[in-house]
């Protein structure tokens, strides 16, 4: 839990000079934070301050990153905490940055007597990982192309992991707020999962990345991805995970940007005022 020292600590963060106006303004510019009125682009701007205070980001490979690249993947990993606080983020505190796609090399362990054994090892290509042990691990160059409303955004993505990873171990279920029911997000969940492993088997074009449909963490996580970028094609595609995420993050981003009911495949598809360069 968030302590009384940690509280005074940041407030004494938040009164000092916050992030420059003018870097601020231009990632105001941002297609994803489009519609966000005054009151809520403040607050975002407190939580990517206290983030970018608080974390121990950690360039990897060699690589040097200025602060407008950290303001960029701030306020994205922020977007989805405006209305849950910092104290859902207290459980982690490193943000490891490569420059581009990284592997991470995963191993399985079995018992074997009374040691652990390793069983399997496997590489993989990632361009963002929550790790259960702690960090987070981004590719810078995948968090730049993140902030277009085109359904993919790896850090919104990463978050959704470490806030399911609260409960345990991730499972598309994270712990829901008091007034929240855990069969109405069971149900729209399961029924958004089936619906996605079905087309994806039968090979059928669909609106949504089908690696929703590789387990449930991943579908939480990818439709997370959807709500923030594309939240009338998630609305029209699965209305009941839609209401269930607006409870969850207590946002609703239908109603601040401008409907896009297809999944863009290059910027120039996007509403022209999403087509701002950054
Ligand atoms: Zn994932």
Redesign the pocket.
């Known amino acids: 839990m968030f302590s009384f020292l940690n509280c005074l600590q940041r407030d004494k963060v938040l009164s000092a000079p916050p992030i420059a106006d003018t870097l601020w303004q231009d990632i105001c510019h941002l297609p994803l934070l489009r519609g966000l009125n005054p009151d809520e682009l403040l607050l975002l701007r407190q939580h990517a301050t206290w983030f970018l205070h608080d974390r121990v980001f950690s360039p990897a490979n060699g690589a040097q990153f200025d602060e407008k690249q950290y303001l960029i993947i701030a306020v994205q990993c922020c977007l989805p905490l405006l209305n849950l606080g910092f104290d859902c983020l207290d459980d982690w505190r490193e943000v490891i940055i490569y420059p581009g796609e990284f592997i991470s090399r995963n191993r399985t362990y079995e018992s074997v007597g009374e040691y652990l054994g390793v069983i399997h090892e496997s590489d993989e290509v990632l361009a ?1 990982q ?1 790790r259960s042990d702690g960090p987070l691990l981004l590719s810078w160059l995948d968090c730049a192309e993140s902030p277009w409303l085109d359904g993919w955004n790896v850090p919104i ?2 978050i959704a ?1 470490k806030l399911d990873m609260r409960s345990g171990e991730a499972n598309g279920c994270p712990p829901l707020h008091a007034d929240m029911d855990y069969q109405a997000w069971k149900s729209a969940f399961s029924h958004a999962f089936a619906d996605l492993k079905r087309q994806d088997e039968a090979d059928e074009f669909g609106p949504i990345d089908y ?1 929703a449909a590789e387990n449930p ?2 579908c939480f ?2 439709l997370s991805e959807y709500f923030f970028e594309l939240p009338h094609l998630l609305f029209d595609t699965y209305p009941a995970v839609y209401q269930q995420l607006q409870l969850f993050y207590r946002q609703d981003p239908k109603s601040r940007l401008t409907p896009i009911k297809y999944r863009p495949t290059s910027a120039d598809q996007l509403p022209p005022e999403y087509q701002t360069p950054l």
């Open positions: 963002g929550a993505h990463e992991h690696y963490a991943e996580a990818v």
